[in-house]
Protein backbone atom coordinates (compact mmCIF):
# COMPACT_ATOMS: atom_id res chain seq x y z
CA UNK A 1 0.00 0.00 0.00
CA UNK A 2 1.28 3.62 -0.65
CA UNK A 3 1.36 4.98 2.53
CA UNK A 4 1.71 9.10 3.91
CA UNK A 5 3.42 8.09 6.35
CA UNK A 6 5.73 4.65 7.87
CA UNK A 7 6.71 4.95 11.58
CA UNK A 8 8.77 2.18 11.73
CA UNK A 9 11.05 -0.35 14.02
CA UNK A 10 9.15 1.16 16.93
CA UNK A 11 8.72 -0.52 20.18
CA UNK A 12 4.64 -0.29 20.09
CA UNK A 13 3.11 -0.59 23.25
CA UNK A 14 -0.70 -1.21 23.54
CA UNK A 15 -2.61 -2.31 26.45
CA UNK A 16 -2.29 -5.73 26.02
CA UNK A 17 1.33 -6.16 24.50
CA UNK A 18 4.63 -4.81 23.45
CA UNK A 19 6.00 -5.89 19.85
CA UNK A 20 9.03 -3.94 17.53
CA UNK A 21 6.99 -3.62 14.34
CA UNK A 22 6.37 -0.58 11.72
CA UNK A 23 2.97 1.41 11.95
CA UNK A 24 1.53 2.26 8.29
CA UNK A 25 -0.76 5.35 8.10
CA UNK A 26 -2.96 6.97 5.30
CA UNK A 27 -5.74 9.36 5.23
CA UNK A 28 -5.10 10.02 8.92
CA UNK A 29 -5.83 6.52 10.28
CA UNK A 30 -4.03 3.42 10.74
CA UNK A 31 -3.87 1.40 7.74
CA UNK A 32 -1.15 -1.41 9.02
CA UNK A 33 0.94 -2.38 11.29
CA UNK A 34 3.97 -5.04 10.42
CA UNK A 35 7.15 -5.29 10.08
CA UNK A 36 9.65 -3.80 7.10
CA UNK A 37 6.80 -1.52 5.72
CA UNK A 38 7.88 -0.17 2.48
CA UNK A 39 7.25 3.25 1.03
CA UNK A 40 5.48 6.09 3.13
CA UNK A 41 6.09 10.11 1.56
CA UNK A 42 7.16 10.33 5.56
CA UNK A 43 8.92 8.17 7.24
CA UNK A 44 9.68 8.32 11.04
CA UNK A 45 12.35 6.20 12.12
CA UNK A 46 11.11 4.96 15.81
CA UNK A 47 14.53 2.62 16.21
CA UNK A 48 15.04 3.01 20.49
CA UNK A 49 11.52 4.66 21.26
CA UNK A 50 8.03 3.84 22.33
CA UNK A 51 5.35 3.85 20.64
CA UNK A 52 1.88 4.67 22.18
CA UNK A 53 -1.61 5.29 21.62
CA UNK A 54 -1.68 9.56 22.39
CA UNK A 55 -2.55 10.06 25.59
CA UNK A 56 -6.59 11.23 25.78
CA UNK A 57 -6.73 13.73 29.13
CA UNK A 58 -10.16 12.96 30.36
CA UNK A 59 -10.32 15.18 32.88
CA UNK A 60 -9.40 18.93 32.53
CA UNK A 61 -10.72 22.44 33.05
CA UNK A 62 -9.93 24.58 29.66
CA UNK A 63 -11.64 28.26 28.88
CA UNK A 64 -14.13 27.20 31.80
CA UNK A 65 -15.03 30.07 34.17
CA UNK A 66 -15.31 27.73 37.75
CA UNK A 67 -18.64 28.58 39.57
CA UNK A 68 -17.02 31.60 41.70
CA UNK A 69 -16.18 32.73 38.26
CA UNK A 70 -12.63 33.07 38.21
CA UNK A 71 -11.84 31.93 34.20
CA UNK A 72 -9.13 29.24 33.50
CA UNK A 73 -5.94 30.27 32.48
CA UNK A 74 -5.95 27.96 29.62
CA UNK A 75 -7.66 28.35 26.49
CA UNK A 76 -8.63 25.41 23.94
CA UNK A 77 -5.78 26.78 22.07
CA UNK A 78 -2.83 26.87 25.07
CA UNK A 79 -4.77 24.05 26.89
CA UNK A 80 -4.50 21.44 23.46
CA UNK A 81 -0.82 22.68 22.95
CA UNK A 82 0.30 22.11 26.51
CA UNK A 83 -1.47 18.44 26.28
CA UNK A 84 -0.15 17.82 23.09
CA UNK A 85 3.63 18.24 24.78
CA UNK A 86 2.71 16.31 26.95
CA UNK A 87 1.97 13.30 25.33
CA UNK A 88 -1.84 13.88 24.49
CA UNK A 89 -3.69 13.49 20.90
CA UNK A 90 -6.69 14.25 22.35
CA UNK A 91 -8.79 15.70 24.93
CA UNK A 92 -12.39 16.10 26.85
CA UNK A 93 -12.94 18.90 29.12
CA UNK A 94 -15.87 19.85 30.84
CA UNK A 95 -18.74 22.10 29.23
CA UNK A 96 -20.09 23.58 32.33
CA UNK A 97 -23.81 24.79 33.00
CA UNK A 98 -24.31 27.32 35.79
CA UNK A 99 -27.52 27.96 37.44
CA UNK A 100 -29.94 29.06 35.12
CA UNK A 101 -28.38 28.13 31.54
CA UNK A 102 -30.02 25.92 29.23
CA UNK A 103 -27.98 22.85 27.63
CA UNK A 104 -27.91 24.02 24.31
CA UNK A 105 -26.75 27.51 25.32
CA UNK A 106 -23.95 25.44 27.17
CA UNK A 107 -22.62 23.35 24.39
CA UNK A 108 -22.83 26.32 21.87
CA UNK A 109 -20.68 28.60 23.93
CA UNK A 110 -18.04 25.57 24.30
CA UNK A 111 -18.07 24.94 20.18
CA UNK A 112 -16.83 28.36 20.02
CA UNK A 113 -14.21 28.07 22.41
CA UNK A 114 -13.23 24.52 21.20
CA UNK A 115 -12.74 26.28 17.61
CA UNK A 116 -8.88 27.06 18.94
CA UNK A 117 -7.94 23.50 19.70
CA UNK A 118 -4.70 21.66 17.95
CA UNK A 119 -6.16 18.45 19.19
CA UNK A 120 -9.29 16.68 18.53
CA UNK A 121 -11.85 17.26 21.50
CA UNK A 122 -14.98 16.44 23.29
CA UNK A 123 -16.56 17.91 26.24
CA UNK A 124 -18.47 16.35 29.44
CA UNK A 125 -21.45 18.31 30.05
CA UNK A 126 -21.43 19.69 33.89
CA UNK A 127 -24.55 19.74 35.11
CA UNK A 128 -25.55 22.18 38.33
CA UNK A 129 -28.94 22.66 37.61
CA UNK A 130 -31.17 19.44 37.05
CA UNK A 131 -34.55 21.49 36.55
CA UNK A 132 -37.25 19.49 34.56
CA UNK A 133 -36.45 21.00 31.15
CA UNK A 134 -32.78 20.04 31.45
CA UNK A 135 -33.92 16.52 32.58
CA UNK A 136 -36.61 16.68 29.48
CA UNK A 137 -34.45 17.84 26.78
CA UNK A 138 -31.13 19.60 27.80
CA UNK A 139 -29.60 16.05 28.41
CA UNK A 140 -31.08 14.05 25.42
CA UNK A 141 -29.95 17.31 23.24
CA UNK A 142 -26.70 16.56 24.45
CA UNK A 143 -27.00 13.26 24.10
CA UNK A 144 -28.08 14.05 20.11
CA UNK A 145 -24.66 16.19 19.96
CA UNK A 146 -22.36 13.28 20.73
CA UNK A 147 -21.75 14.63 24.28
CA UNK A 148 -22.30 10.84 26.55
CA UNK A 149 -20.87 11.69 29.90
CA UNK A 150 -22.57 14.04 32.14
CA UNK A 151 -20.42 15.57 35.35
CA UNK A 152 -22.36 16.35 38.78
CA UNK A 153 -20.66 17.85 41.97
CA UNK A 154 -21.65 16.75 45.76
CA UNK A 155 -19.89 19.80 47.20
CA UNK A 156 -20.18 23.76 46.08
CA UNK A 157 -23.10 25.46 47.29
CA UNK A 158 -23.22 26.45 43.72
CA UNK A 159 -22.62 23.26 42.14
CA UNK A 160 -24.06 20.19 44.54
CA UNK A 161 -27.23 19.10 43.19
CA UNK A 162 -28.24 17.00 45.77
CA UNK A 163 -29.37 13.45 46.33
CA UNK A 164 -32.08 13.41 44.64
CA UNK A 165 -31.24 15.67 41.65
CA UNK A 166 -28.03 12.82 41.05
CA UNK A 167 -30.91 10.00 40.85
CA UNK A 168 -32.67 12.31 38.52
CA UNK A 169 -29.58 12.94 36.32
CA UNK A 170 -28.38 9.28 36.44
CA UNK A 171 -32.04 7.88 35.28
CA UNK A 172 -31.48 9.84 32.17
CA UNK A 173 -28.48 9.31 31.81
CA UNK A 174 -28.92 5.62 32.13
CA UNK A 175 -31.89 5.94 29.38
CA UNK A 176 -29.11 6.81 26.75
CA UNK A 177 -26.21 4.78 27.97
CA UNK A 178 -23.94 7.89 29.10
CA UNK A 179 -22.24 8.07 32.28
CA UNK A 180 -22.06 10.12 35.07
CA UNK A 181 -19.07 11.38 36.71
CA UNK A 182 -19.38 12.83 40.23
CA UNK A 183 -16.98 15.31 42.15
CA UNK A 184 -17.95 12.78 45.79
CA UNK A 185 -17.04 15.17 48.70
CA UNK A 186 -19.88 15.32 51.52
CA UNK A 187 -20.34 19.19 51.44
CA UNK A 188 -21.82 19.65 54.95
CA UNK A 189 -18.99 18.32 56.54
CA UNK A 190 -16.82 20.58 54.26
CA UNK A 191 -18.92 23.41 55.61
CA UNK A 192 -18.87 22.62 58.90
CA UNK A 193 -15.34 21.79 59.07
CA UNK A 194 -14.67 25.77 57.36
CA UNK A 195 -16.79 26.90 60.35
CA UNK A 196 -15.06 25.70 63.19
CA UNK A 197 -11.77 26.73 61.27
CA UNK A 198 -13.12 29.85 60.52
CA UNK A 199 -14.11 30.55 64.00
CA UNK A 200 -10.29 30.21 65.24
CA UNK A 201 -9.26 32.83 62.27
CA UNK A 202 -7.21 28.98 60.58
CA UNK A 203 -7.29 30.37 57.23
CA UNK A 204 -3.77 29.93 55.62
CA UNK A 205 -3.50 27.44 52.69
CA UNK A 206 -2.49 24.77 54.94
CA UNK A 207 -6.17 24.28 56.43
CA UNK A 208 -7.37 23.90 53.39
CA UNK A 209 -6.43 20.04 53.84
CA UNK A 210 -7.70 20.05 57.22
CA UNK A 211 -11.26 21.48 55.83
CA UNK A 212 -11.96 18.81 53.36
CA UNK A 213 -11.36 15.69 55.74
CA UNK A 214 -10.73 12.48 53.94
CA UNK A 215 -13.88 10.98 55.40
CA UNK A 216 -16.16 13.58 53.76
CA UNK A 217 -14.57 12.03 50.42
CA UNK A 218 -15.44 8.27 51.58
CA UNK A 219 -18.47 9.10 52.79
CA UNK A 220 -19.46 10.93 49.39
CA UNK A 221 -17.92 8.29 47.15
CA UNK A 222 -19.97 5.42 49.13
CA UNK A 223 -22.77 7.66 48.94
CA UNK A 224 -22.50 8.27 45.36
CA UNK A 225 -22.35 4.74 44.54
CA UNK A 226 -25.38 3.55 46.48
CA UNK A 227 -27.04 6.11 44.55
CA UNK A 228 -26.00 4.73 41.42
CA UNK A 229 -26.92 1.35 42.14
CA UNK A 230 -30.90 2.34 42.93
CA UNK A 231 -30.69 4.18 39.68
CA UNK A 232 -28.84 0.77 37.66
CA UNK A 233 -26.58 3.45 35.85
CA UNK A 234 -22.89 3.60 35.43
CA UNK A 235 -21.14 5.89 37.35
CA UNK A 236 -17.06 7.58 37.50
CA UNK A 237 -15.87 8.53 40.83
CA UNK A 238 -13.01 11.73 39.34
CA UNK A 239 -10.02 12.62 41.44
CA UNK A 240 -10.22 9.92 44.01
CA UNK A 241 -7.36 11.30 46.78
CA UNK A 242 -7.83 8.77 49.58
CA UNK A 243 -7.23 5.15 50.40
CA UNK A 244 -10.69 4.94 52.07
CA UNK A 245 -12.09 6.12 48.87
CA UNK A 246 -9.93 3.85 46.45
CA UNK A 247 -11.07 0.58 48.88
CA UNK A 248 -14.93 1.62 48.53
CA UNK A 249 -14.52 1.89 44.59
CA UNK A 250 -12.20 -0.99 44.32
CA UNK A 251 -14.58 -3.07 46.56
CA UNK A 252 -17.87 -2.25 44.90
CA UNK A 253 -16.17 -2.59 41.12
CA UNK A 254 -15.34 -6.21 42.27
CA UNK A 255 -18.77 -6.62 43.75
CA UNK A 256 -20.59 -6.17 40.27
CA UNK A 257 -21.22 -2.28 40.83
CA UNK A 258 -20.51 -0.31 37.61
CA UNK A 259 -18.11 1.74 38.89
CA UNK A 260 -15.37 3.62 36.91
CA UNK A 261 -12.73 5.77 38.27
CA UNK A 262 -9.56 7.92 38.11
CA UNK A 263 -6.82 9.67 40.34
CA UNK A 264 -4.72 12.20 39.86
CA UNK A 265 -0.46 12.69 39.64
CA UNK A 266 -1.36 15.38 42.25
CA UNK A 267 -1.92 13.12 44.50
CA UNK A 268 0.29 10.88 43.32
CA UNK A 269 3.26 13.02 43.75
CA UNK A 270 2.73 15.85 45.92
CA UNK A 271 1.26 15.89 49.77
CA UNK A 272 -0.11 18.53 52.07
CA UNK A 273 2.80 19.90 53.20
CA UNK A 274 3.06 21.48 50.13
CA UNK A 275 0.04 23.76 51.17
CA UNK A 276 2.63 25.05 54.11
CA UNK A 277 5.11 26.62 52.25
CA UNK A 278 6.52 30.24 53.38
CA UNK A 279 3.63 33.03 52.49
CA UNK A 280 1.16 32.12 50.73
CA UNK A 281 2.96 30.03 48.18
CA UNK A 282 0.56 27.48 49.24
CA UNK A 283 -1.96 28.81 47.62
CA UNK A 284 -0.29 27.05 44.54
CA UNK A 285 -1.30 23.46 45.82
CA UNK A 286 -4.98 24.18 47.10
CA UNK A 287 -7.42 22.16 45.20
CA UNK A 288 -9.96 19.68 45.87
CA UNK A 289 -10.08 17.07 47.38
CA UNK A 290 -7.00 18.36 48.50
CA UNK A 291 -3.51 17.00 49.17
CA UNK A 292 -2.97 14.33 51.92
CA UNK A 293 -0.45 12.31 53.45
CA UNK A 294 2.51 10.47 52.23
CA UNK A 295 0.84 7.14 53.11
CA UNK A 296 -1.61 8.20 50.32
CA UNK A 297 0.47 8.13 47.88
CA UNK A 298 1.72 4.68 48.25
CA UNK A 299 -1.69 3.42 48.83
CA UNK A 300 -2.83 5.03 45.35
CA UNK A 301 0.17 3.39 43.30
CA UNK A 302 -1.35 0.00 44.77
CA UNK A 303 -4.44 0.79 43.22
CA UNK A 304 -3.09 1.90 40.04
CA UNK A 305 -1.20 -1.14 39.70
CA UNK A 306 -4.09 -3.13 40.96
CA UNK A 307 -6.79 -2.43 38.56
CA UNK A 308 -8.79 -0.16 40.64
CA UNK A 309 -8.32 2.81 38.42
CA UNK A 310 -9.41 3.08 34.74
CA UNK A 311 -7.05 6.19 34.48
CA UNK A 312 -5.05 8.77 35.85
CA UNK A 313 -6.05 12.26 34.81
CA UNK A 314 -4.55 15.62 35.34
CA UNK A 315 -7.70 17.34 36.90
CA UNK A 316 -5.79 20.67 35.03
CA UNK A 317 -7.53 23.34 36.69
CA UNK A 318 -5.10 25.91 35.60
CA UNK A 319 -5.89 29.54 37.93
CA UNK A 320 -2.61 31.73 37.83
CA UNK A 321 -0.57 32.52 41.02
CA UNK A 322 -1.91 36.28 40.89
CA UNK A 323 -4.76 38.42 40.91
CA UNK A 324 -6.21 37.33 37.58
CA UNK A 325 -6.93 33.25 39.46
CA UNK A 326 -5.54 32.46 42.81
CA UNK A 327 -5.86 35.79 44.23
CA UNK A 328 -9.04 36.77 42.64
CA UNK A 329 -10.04 37.75 46.08
CA UNK A 330 -7.28 39.47 47.44
CA UNK A 331 -3.43 38.51 47.93
CA UNK A 332 -3.83 37.32 51.35
CA UNK A 333 -7.34 35.76 51.14
CA UNK A 334 -8.75 33.00 53.57
CA UNK A 335 -8.32 29.62 52.20
CA UNK A 336 -12.01 29.56 51.28
CA UNK A 337 -11.71 32.08 49.01
CA UNK A 338 -8.51 30.39 46.82
CA UNK A 339 -9.17 29.28 43.06
CA UNK A 340 -9.35 25.58 43.15
CA UNK A 341 -7.31 23.75 41.22
CA UNK A 342 -3.49 23.15 39.81
CA UNK A 343 -1.97 22.99 36.17
CA UNK A 344 -0.94 19.42 35.26
CA UNK A 345 -1.98 18.95 32.15
CA UNK A 346 1.70 18.38 30.49
CA UNK A 347 2.91 16.54 33.45
CA UNK A 348 0.34 13.53 33.81
CA UNK A 349 2.02 11.08 31.44
CA UNK A 350 5.50 11.89 31.59
CA UNK A 351 4.97 11.34 35.49
CA UNK A 352 3.40 8.23 35.04
CA UNK A 353 5.67 7.11 32.38
CA UNK A 354 8.71 7.91 34.80
CA UNK A 355 7.23 7.24 38.24
CA UNK A 356 5.23 4.30 36.78
CA UNK A 357 7.11 2.63 34.13
CA UNK A 358 10.59 3.41 34.85
CA UNK A 359 10.25 3.24 38.33
CA UNK A 360 8.81 -0.55 38.06
CA UNK A 361 5.33 0.09 39.52
CA UNK A 362 3.49 -0.84 36.36
CA UNK A 363 4.11 -2.05 33.38
CA UNK A 364 4.26 -0.35 30.02
CA UNK A 365 0.56 -1.50 28.61
CA UNK A 366 -0.95 -0.54 31.95
CA UNK A 367 0.85 2.79 30.86
CA UNK A 368 -1.01 2.44 28.12
CA UNK A 369 -4.58 1.52 29.66
CA UNK A 370 -4.34 4.29 32.18
CA UNK A 371 -3.59 7.14 29.96
CA UNK A 372 -5.20 5.92 26.78
CA UNK A 373 -7.33 2.56 25.92
CA UNK A 374 -9.55 2.88 28.57
CA UNK A 375 -10.24 6.28 28.82
CA UNK A 376 -11.33 5.68 24.97
CA UNK A 377 -13.41 3.01 26.25
CA UNK A 378 -15.36 4.67 29.11
CA UNK A 379 -16.17 7.76 27.19
CA UNK A 380 -17.14 6.15 23.63
CA UNK A 381 -13.91 7.43 21.90
CA UNK A 382 -14.94 4.62 19.13
CA UNK A 383 -11.93 5.89 16.76
CA UNK A 384 -9.14 6.23 19.46
CA UNK A 385 -6.83 5.09 22.16
CA UNK A 386 -5.74 1.92 20.23
CA UNK A 387 -3.21 1.14 17.62
CA UNK A 388 -4.41 -1.12 15.54
CA UNK A 389 -6.05 -0.95 11.88
CA UNK A 390 -8.65 1.34 11.17
CA UNK A 391 -8.12 3.80 14.41
CA UNK A 392 -7.54 6.84 13.93
CA UNK A 393 -3.23 7.66 13.89
CA UNK A 394 -3.24 9.34 17.01
CA UNK A 395 0.08 8.97 17.95
CA UNK A 396 3.02 9.45 20.44
CA UNK A 397 6.35 8.20 20.01
CA UNK A 398 8.39 8.35 23.59
CA UNK A 399 12.31 8.92 24.46
CA UNK A 400 12.23 6.65 27.19
CA UNK A 401 16.14 7.63 27.97
CA UNK A 402 15.64 11.29 28.23
CA UNK A 403 16.24 12.67 31.64
CA UNK A 404 14.80 16.13 32.24
CA UNK A 405 13.73 18.42 35.45
CA UNK A 406 10.77 19.93 34.85
CA UNK A 407 10.40 23.76 34.79
CA UNK A 408 7.48 26.01 33.73
CA UNK A 409 8.79 26.80 30.14
CA UNK A 410 8.21 22.69 29.58
CA UNK A 411 4.25 23.10 30.19
CA UNK A 412 3.59 25.51 27.24
CA UNK A 413 0.42 26.37 28.99
CA UNK A 414 -0.59 29.87 30.19
CA UNK A 415 0.26 29.17 33.51
CA UNK A 416 2.90 31.04 36.12
CA UNK A 417 3.86 28.35 37.84
CA UNK A 418 3.53 24.55 37.81
CA UNK A 419 3.47 22.39 40.64
CA UNK A 420 5.92 20.08 39.86
CA UNK A 421 8.38 22.78 39.65
CA UNK A 422 12.07 20.73 40.09
CA UNK A 423 10.83 17.17 39.59
CA UNK A 424 13.61 14.65 38.26
CA UNK A 425 11.37 13.18 35.08
CA UNK A 426 12.67 10.17 32.72
CA UNK A 427 11.09 9.52 29.39
CA UNK A 428 9.53 12.36 27.05
CA UNK A 429 7.26 12.51 24.50
CA UNK A 430 9.65 13.93 21.26
CA UNK A 431 6.77 13.10 18.36
CA UNK A 432 2.84 13.33 18.77
CA UNK A 433 0.14 12.59 15.79
CA UNK A 434 -3.13 13.94 15.61
CA UNK A 435 -4.87 12.06 12.51
CA UNK A 436 -1.59 11.39 11.20
CA UNK A 437 -0.44 14.86 11.29
CA UNK A 438 2.77 15.92 13.35
CA UNK A 439 1.44 18.07 16.52
CA UNK A 440 4.58 17.78 18.10
CA UNK A 441 7.46 16.87 15.94
CA UNK A 442 10.99 15.89 17.60
CA UNK A 443 9.77 18.35 20.62
CA UNK A 444 8.62 20.90 18.35
CA UNK A 445 5.12 22.56 17.95
CA UNK A 446 4.20 22.06 14.47
CA UNK A 447 0.56 22.26 14.94
CA UNK A 448 -1.60 25.04 13.61
CA UNK A 449 -4.43 26.84 15.71
CA UNK A 450 -7.54 25.13 15.41
CA UNK A 451 -6.56 22.18 13.57
CA UNK A 452 -8.52 19.72 16.48
CA UNK A 453 -11.94 18.43 15.45
CA UNK A 454 -14.97 18.03 18.26
CA UNK A 455 -15.58 14.11 18.04
CA UNK A 456 -19.19 13.02 18.80
CA UNK A 457 -19.00 9.70 21.17
CA UNK A 458 -20.48 6.78 21.58
CA UNK A 459 -22.14 5.13 25.06
CA UNK A 460 -20.03 4.09 27.56
CA UNK A 461 -18.47 0.66 26.55
CA UNK A 462 -19.48 -1.84 29.96
CA UNK A 463 -17.52 -4.69 28.53
CA UNK A 464 -14.60 -6.09 30.65
CA UNK A 465 -16.01 -4.72 33.40
CA UNK A 466 -15.07 -5.15 36.30
CA UNK A 467 -11.66 -4.70 35.64
CA UNK A 468 -9.63 -7.68 35.82
CA UNK A 469 -6.29 -7.95 38.23
CA UNK A 470 -4.11 -10.15 40.10
CA UNK A 471 -1.07 -11.10 37.93
CA UNK A 472 0.30 -7.76 36.49
CA UNK A 473 -0.32 -6.58 40.38
CA UNK A 474 1.72 -8.91 41.66
CA UNK A 475 4.76 -8.92 38.49
CA UNK A 476 4.87 -5.35 38.15
CA UNK A 477 4.26 -3.59 42.10
CA UNK A 478 5.03 -5.78 45.74
CA UNK A 479 3.04 -3.78 47.31
CA UNK A 480 3.49 -5.14 50.94
CA UNK A 481 7.18 -5.45 50.93
CA UNK A 482 7.86 -2.02 48.60
CA UNK A 483 5.49 0.57 48.86
CA UNK A 484 3.90 0.65 52.09
O1 LIG B 1 -9.66 21.81 42.76
C1 LIG B 1 -10.05 21.40 41.69
N1 LIG B 1 -9.89 20.14 41.35
N2 LIG B 1 -10.65 22.24 40.85
C2 LIG B 1 -11.21 21.90 39.63
C3 LIG B 1 -12.66 21.59 39.73
C4 LIG B 1 -12.89 20.21 40.24
O2 LIG B 1 -13.39 20.07 41.33
O3 LIG B 1 -12.58 19.23 39.54
ZN1 LIG C 1 10.82 -0.39 9.32
ZN1 LIG D 1 -13.87 17.94 40.96
ZN1 LIG E 1 -11.68 18.82 37.94
Known amino acids: MDFDTVIHSGRIATAEDVFTGDIGIKDGRIAALGEKLSGGAERIDAGGRIVVPGG ?18 DDYYSGSVSAAFGGNSAFIPFAAQHRGQSIDEVLDTYDARGQRSVLDYSYHLIISDPSEQVLAEGLPQAFARGITSF ?32 HAENNAMVKWMNRKLADRGLTA ?23 AKLADA ?26 FSETCPQYLALTRDDLDRPGMEGAKF ?11 QAALWHHM ?10 DHAPYRFDETGKFLNGADAPYPKIANGMPGIAMRLPYLFSEGVMAGRITLERFVALSSTNAAKTFGCTTKG ?10 AIWNPEAEWTVTQADQHDNMDYTPFEGMRITGRPETVLSRGAAVIRDGELQATEGQGRFFARAPVDMSGIPAVSGPEFDRACNFDTELR
Do not use: W
Open 205 to 227: PRYHALSRPELAEAEAIHRAIQL
Open 305 to 314: AQGTFESLSS
Open 151 to 182: KVFMTYDLMNIGDEGMLDILEVARAHGAITMV
Open 386 to 395: RIAPGMDADI
Open 234 to 259: PIFIVHVSTEAGADIVRREKFAGAKV
Open 286 to 296: VCSPPLRGPET
Open 56 to 73: IEAHAHIAQESSAGVMSA
